[in-house]
Each structure stands twice: as C-alpha cells, then as structure tokens.
C-alpha cells in the first residue's frame, strides 16, 4: 500500500461556485492500473489472510470484465499467491481483454453457468481448505475493514460528504465504518437496479451504524454495465471540465449523480464533498473505439 500522502485528493475549483459547494475528487484510480482504486483496499485483509494461514492463494467469483477479477489476479500475482477465478457464463470465443490479461497474470480461470453463479458454485478441483475464499466484490468483513483504510488517505474529517460508488457495497460499509464518531455523512450511489443494498451494507455494520446507511437510486443509466448516450455525453464533459476520467460501470454514474444533486440544492452552502474514484477504467475498453475522448 503506498502512503497515504502519495494519493492525490483533487480540488475542483469553481466547478460548483453557484451552489457554494467544494468538490474534491479522491484518486485512488491513480494508484495502479491493475489493481485499481478501491479493490486495492478490499483485497488488502483476504491476502493477509491467504499468507498468515499458509493458503495457496485466493479463489474469487466475478463476471468477463470484473474489476475484482483482474485486481485479485494482479495481487495475488505480485504477492507470490496463486488465484482461481471463477467466472459467470461461458467461456466466451474470444476472451474479454480483462480476461487476457488475468491469464496473462497467472490466475486459473473457470467457467460457470449463471445459475451455478448464483449458488456461489466452487469447481470439485479447488480444495476449499487451501485457500482463501473471497465472495464476489469482496463483500465481507475482511473486504469492509480493508474498505475502512481509504480513510487514512485523505484529511477525511476535513470533509461534510463523501460519496462513493455502490456495487457489493462493501466499499460503503468501510467508509461508513471509518467515519463512526465524526460528522463525515457517507453517501452511497447505486450503479445497478438493486434495492436490497442498504440491507446488504448493514448486514456488515454494528446495529448503532445502521441508521448511517444511505444510498441513492436513479442514477444507474438502465442497470449494471448498462449505459446511456446521457451517460457517455455527461463522462467526456467532466472529463473537457475537471480532467478525470471515469468508468461507464460506477464512478460515471457516481460524478453524474454528485453533479445532479449538488445542482438539485442537495447539499448546504459551505459542504465540502469528497468523491471517492474507485478506479475501474479498464472496463471501458469494452466500448467501441472512440465513445470516450479520454
Ligand atoms: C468494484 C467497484 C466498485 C464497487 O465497490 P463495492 O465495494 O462492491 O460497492 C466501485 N467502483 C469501482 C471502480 C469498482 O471497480
């Protein structure tokens, strides 16, 4: 993990001057382009673990152009670990590029039917007592506590709102967990249709956080991995604005949803919101050539 001095926050200036809004943009989508922004800090616990008891690696779930697939494959690899991914859906003729290079990387892969998926399903080959298993998105504990450490990487408290992407919500936990005691209010943007979230966020939370869980929907632009022409057209203006460029799956939807509220009057003259890059821009190289200017 690098320092948490290395980690760029980045002030956008004037950008929200009307509203009398501060936004900054945490970057953790600059830490490494493989093991991307927040997977970094999720996987953290799991390959402390895999060491600490002597596992072979870790084993871990996710579809042909997961994020979490290629980070676990690129951790693991750097760790001296082996990796099992075990991937939803056939195995398609010609492999994602994030596939390729999980490969390329050292991990196994295994195709699943979606109805196996969804049982969680192991292969009889992987000896669940050798390794690590990490659920999808890294949603557990381990995942919420790594989650926990993007805190340090940022005057944290020096912020009213921080928002963040929600996919497993494992991410949100960690942050709402590492903001317990302060006046840091946590804001979680769902990327796909999901209305158990909140629950699946609590489940990882003390009874006296629950009360903390708040996640927005509306902004997920038809659904995971789904995306709009509204979608695309709003990530290439904020690109011509700020200079960031986002993913279409979570943090697109993320700064359009922040954009929206902060314009809709959600936030009091005098916030200061931090966004929290969680990374992912490898996931756009399943769009056509072209569709992003960045
Ligand atoms: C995986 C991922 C998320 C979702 O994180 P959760 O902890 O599952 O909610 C958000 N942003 C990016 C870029 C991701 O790759």
Redesign the pocket.
């Known amino acids: 993990m690098p320092p948490p001095s290395d980690i760029e926050t980045a002030m956008l200036k004037n950008l929200y001057q009307q509203q009398q809004v501060d936004v900054s943009v945490l970057r953790l989508?600059e830490l490494d382009p493989l093991v991307?922004?927040?997977?970094r800090f999720?996987l953290e616990r799991y390959l402390a673990a895999a060491r600490d008891r002597g596992r072979r690696g870790l084993v871990t779930w996710g579809g042909p152009w997961?994020?979490?697939i290629l980070?676990t494959a690129a951790a693991c690899h750097r760790a001296g670990l082996l990796a099992q991914g075990i991937i939803r859906g056939e195995r398609p003729a010609v492999p994602s590029p994030m596939l390729r290079d999980a490969e390329v990387l050292g991990m196994e892969l295994h195709y699943i039917s979606r109805t196996e998926y969804r049982a969680q399903y192991l292969p009889p080959t992987i000896d669940p007592g050798a390794w690590i298993l990490v659920p999808e998105?890294?949603?557990g504990p381990e995942?919420r506590d790594g989650?926990a450490g993007i805190a340090a990487a940022t005057n944290w408290t020096s912020f009213t709102h921080v928002l963040?992407?929600?996919?497993?919500?494992?991410?949100?936990?960690?942050l709402i967990q590492a903001s317990a005691g302060s006046a840091v209010r946590c804001i979680?943007i769902n990327?796909l249709k999901n209305p158990g979230a909140a629950e699946a966020v609590r489940r990882l939370l003390p009874e006296t956080l629950h009360a903390a869980v708040d996640i927005r929907a509306g902004f997920e632009a038809g659904g995971y991995a789904r995306h709009t022409p509204a979608l695309i057209a709003f990530m290439n203006d904020w690109y011509r604005q700020t200079g960031i460029p986002s993913?279409f799956?979570?943090?697109g939807k993320?700064f359009r949803a922040a954009d929206t509220l902060i314009r809709q009057g959600a936030f009091p003259a005098g916030s200061r919101v931090l966004l929290?890059?969680?990374?992912?821009?490898q996931?756009n190289r399943s769009l056509p050539a072209g569709t992003l200017i960045f």
Not at 36 to 39: A, F, H, I, P
Not at 164 to 174: E, F, K
Request: hydrophobic share 30%.
């Open positions: 989508d991307s922004g927040n997977k999720k997961s994020n979490h980070a998105g890294g949603y995942g989650a963040t992407a929600v996919g497993t919500g494992t991410t949100l936990a960690g979680g990327v993913d799956v979570y943090t993320l929290v890059h969680s990374g992912g821009l996931g």
